[in-house]
Every structure is written in C-alpha cells, then in structure tokens.
C-alpha cells in the first residue's frame, strides 16, 4: 500500500505564501506522476498542478498558474507545492495525489493523502 501524508497547511492573509509538502511511503515507485487537487466547501475536488516522475514537467489549472509552483525532492517520493499571491478563493482542503499509470499527469490518481486545510483571509 502507499502512504501520502502531507503538511504545511494553515491560515494566511491574502498576497501571502504557503509552501506544502506531502511524503510518500509504502510500496512506491519514483516512474509516477503526483498532483495537488484542492477541495473548497460546499465545491468538487479541482485539479490543481501535476508534475512528472522526474520533476522536468509540470502542469497547472489556470486558476493557480503563474502563482504556484509544484516541484519534486530529490528522493522523487515528495512532492512540494509552493503557493505566492495566495486569494480567498484559494481556501480549500489540498490533498496530494499519485497516479497509478505511470507517469500520466492527467491521471488516473488511485492514491490520496488526507488532505491539509489552507485559508486565506481578506
């Protein structure tokens, strides 16, 4: 089984930064893909950002483009996303995912952390 556990959430003012980071562990292997979906109440579970195995490709939603970064720690089973100009609107439970493909960003995403709550006030 794997294992995603992540940290790093908490309550910020608007145009601040967050930086979170989720550990895999368990039966894992570095040739996947891993995202950053997010979840605001009363909302569907979004797709946020995804990076490859390797680190070297990264998507993002338009919602969060050119104000997240999503990266890969050496170890290939971490996996940070670093969130600058943070909006109200970003408020939501963020959890990390993995795929279960192989290296395919779009998915399918089979294992899920347990999520981190981020707020953001005005």
Known sequence: QVQLV???????QAGGSLRLSCAASGRTSSNYAMAWFRQAPGKEREFGAA???NGDRTY???SVKGRFTIS???A???VYLQMNSL???DT??????LELKGDSWY????????????????
């Open 6 to 12: 992540e940290s790093g959430g908490g309550l910020v």
């Open 51 to 53: 990076v490859s195995w």
């Open 60 to 62: 993002y939603a338009d």
């Open 72 to 74: 890969r720690g050496n």
């Open 76 to 78: 290939k089973n971490t």
């Open 87 to 89: 909006k109200p609107e």
């Open 92 to 97: 939501a439970v963020y959890y990390c995912a």
């Open 107 to 122: 998915g399918p995403y089979g294992y899920w952390g347990q999520g981190t709550q981020v707020t953001v006030s005005s």
